[in-house]
């Protein structure tokens, strides 16, 4: 699994380098906006020639379960059958790395069993976080869509 996570994480540093703490307001502030359940949807794209055409406007509900530590982020994810099973039937996965931006947006990989990964960029308010995701194997591009989430705990 650390092979995986170091292969796909890009391992994109968190803060500048010889930064030695971050604002401590920022961080407080960030620590308890993030971590938690976050619940809702995702919904495919439809792009022309996306490679599972079939899967346009598929609509999936998905938790994203993620832990702050100093702005770096970790959790998982899961996925359940809405208007269509999740891709590849991928109804877990880990996030293998994650950060928290300006305090509102958040950037998370995830991996899935099948091999694929998944980028998903938000912005978080209080209690919701909505923005993109896009998911690739092999190098190439599988689906994008965007999803919508609602904080539950």
């Known amino acids: 699994m650390a ?3 170091g292969c796909a994480g ?3 540093p968190t803060r500048p380098p010889g930064s030695t703490e971050t604002n401590g307001a920022q961080s407080e502030m960030a620590r ?3 971590t938690g359940r976050w619940d809702g949807s995702s919904i495919a794209g439809c792009q022309p020639l996306q490679p599972d055409a079939w899967r346009c406007n598929a ?3 998905i938790t994203l379960r993620i832990f702050e530590k100093d702005l770096s982020l970790s959790g998982d994810y899961t996925c359940i059958t809405g ?3 999740c891709r590849e039937n991928n109804n877990h996965g880990v996030i ?3 950060e928290l931006r300006d305090n509102n947006l958040v950037v998370l990989r995830v991996m899935l069993p099948d091999g694929s990964s998944c980028l998903f960029n938000g912005h978080r308010s209080e209690e ?3 923005g993109n995701y896009f998911c ?3 190098g190439g591009f599988i689906e994008q869509g965007r999803f919508t989430l609602e904080k539950t705990w």
Do not use: D, P
């Open 32 to 34: 308890g906006g993030v």
């Open 10 to 12: 890009g391992a994109v």
């Open 3 to 5: 092979i995986l996570a």
């Open 136 to 138: 690739m194997q092999g």
């Open 83 to 85: 208007t269509m099973v």
């Open 96 to 98: 293998v790395h994650g």
């Open 128 to 130: 919701t976080l909505a």
């Open 59 to 61: 609509v999936e509900k």
